[in-house]
């Protein structure tokens, strides 16, 4: 298999084949990612790609889950989406499940029946990184979409039967009042947006990024743990939809938290309120084994 640059998957797609569709992101301006930054957005051909997954087939054989990357692979061409899936389909029997990261944008620019016809196809999962339900924020950290907006394309993907896990990051506004803020608005989203996925990220400056040279200047402070697990706990009482899958597992955050909203709600509140309420950093995920 070739891939071109560095590599980003949700953790979830562990054990799927990674197909680079495009090369980069087609926004790439989020002052808190460092994904691609050393990439300039292409879309790769059909062709590069068909011989990709033929590369695959004589490598893996048969497939179950493949992975669309880099960062917007959403933003290609219906038509040629509809090609790549169903090449995809046709070399590997047992394929049940093609995943792709989603920009708000392109997701917005696709209409309900291409979005429709997509899923059809076999697109069964998108991950939307939401980040917050905070309109200002969302403007601050150039999302390039506003609430309303950012809730639309989320309620398309799930209109259009993709399965959507919707992404928000603990911290993002910094200390005090607007901390709580983003929680709230991040929950209102949520409870709008009806994914059938939540997955929490804690924010990490990276180098390079608008974030980590905000930080360096003192313009930006970091949150430190409790403070994060205070905003996963407001989200968390917050949250009114049923049947959520809360996942809060990734290496970023302080405290590994996962369950099903409304089912597991207390029993999710109960184990942070035990880590707040003692201040105890035993129970918390050390700094240098966090990651991205």
Known sequence: MRYEGNIFRPFSEAKSYLLQC???CSHNQCTFCGMYKDKKYRIRSLEEIKTDIAMAKNYYNDLEKVFLCDGDAIAIDTDILLEILDELYRTFPSLRHVGSY???????????????????????????GVETGDDRLLKEVKKGV???????????????GINLSAMVLLGL??????????????AEIINNMKPQYLAALTVTPVPNTVLHRQVL??????????????EMKWIFE???????????????NYLPVSG??????????????????????RYLRSENMRGL
């Open 217 to 230: 200047a003192g313009e930006f402070k970091i949150l430190d743990a409790f403070e994060t697990l205070e």
């Open 102 to 128: 989603v920009g708000p944008r392109s997701t917005l620019n696709k209409s309900m029946s291409e979005l429709t016809a997509l899923r059809a196809a076999g697109l069964t999962k998108a991950y939307l």
């Open 146 to 160: 506003s609430y309303q907006e950012m809730l639309q394309a989320g309620q398309n993907l799930v209109n259009a």
């Open 238 to 252: 917050n949250i009114t939809i049923d049947g959520l899958k809360f996942v809060g597992a990734h290496a970023s």
């Open 260 to 281: 099903t909203l409304q089912k597991d709600r207390q029993k999710m509140l109960d184990m942070v309120n035990k880590v707040l309420e003692s201040q105890d950093k």
């Open 22 to 24: 495009t090369i980069g």
């Open 173 to 186: 506004a910094g200390p005090g009042e607007r901390s709580r803020e983003h929680a709230l608005a991040t």
